[in-house]
């Protein structure tokens, strides 16, 4: 597990600010995600990438950019932050090899807008 | 998109009980269920998954079933510790995403 890390751990921060998390994994996972989990909903994912240069929407893009310029980055903005993204945030990878594949997750971001 | 329905909400149990958590999901596409476990404050971490060409899959004290026809996947635990005590999600994904789709998530406390 200590593969995958994200900074900060915690983040408080004000409406309307740019506030970018970070994941880093070591395992050269293809694969990368990024979900927000809030009490009664889960995980919910945010956005998801294939590879370098390849990112998809997930569930609930909204107010939310990635990018993944390396394999091994994939950060996370949000662009002008609002209370409703007050939650936790996880990354996660897995390989791309074969059909199905366990994803491992980071030790979460938790994020308080005020 | 795919839909998750997880019950129930909350589950208490006696040291020793089974325990069952029950996932429905909408995609018939999907063909990969992992369940998590996550300890409070802790990342979500696998325990056990199936696949749509299993019915079943046991790892000692915890077991997965999959009824493809009705789209619904249990998770059991037998003779259930206190430190099972944790909340559990189960999720699906379909060929070719390998995104999850998450359920809302079981709260289950072994009562010692």
């Known amino acids: 597990d200590a593969g995958i890390t994200q900074s900060p751990r915690y983040k408080i921060t004000e409406t309307g600010r740019q506030v970018t998390l970070m994941c880093h994994q070591t395992w050269s996972h293809s694969y990368m995600f990024w979900y927000r989990q809030d009490l009664g909903h889960g995980l919910r994912l945010i956005y998801y990438s294939a590879a370098a240069d390849i990112t998809d929407k997930g569930e609930v893009p909204d107010g939310y950019v990635v990018s993944r310029s390396k394999t091994e980055n994939f950060p996370l903005t949000l662009e002008s932050a609002t209370r409703s993204q007050t939650s936790v945030y996880f990354c996660?990878?897995?390989?791309?090899?074969?059909?199905?594949?366990?994803?491992?997750f980071g030790p979460g971001t938790r994020l308080t807008v005020l | 998109g795919e839909n998750v329905e997880q019950h129930p909400s909350t589950l208490s149990v006696q040291e020793g009980d089974s325990a069952v958590i029950k996932c429905t999901y909408s995609d018939s596409a999907s063909n990969y269920f992992p369940w998590y476990k996550q300890e409070l404050g802790k990342r979500p971490q696998l325990i056990i998954d199936?696949?749509?060409?299993?019915g079943e899959k046991k790892d000692q004290r915890i077991a997965v079933t999959l009824n493809k026809t009705a789209k619904h996947f249990s998770l059991h635990i037998t003779e259930t510790q206190p430190e099972d005590s944790a909340v559990y999600f189960c999720?699906?994904?379909?060929?070719?995403?390998?995104?999850?789709?998450f359920g809302s998530g079981t709260r289950l406390q072994v009562q010692p």
């Open positions: 199936i696949r749509s060409n299993v």
């Open positions: 996660a990878s897995s390989e791309s090899s074969g059909s199905y594949n366990e994803q491992f």
């Open positions: 999720a699906a994904s379909k060929p070719g995403r390998r995104a999850l789709t």
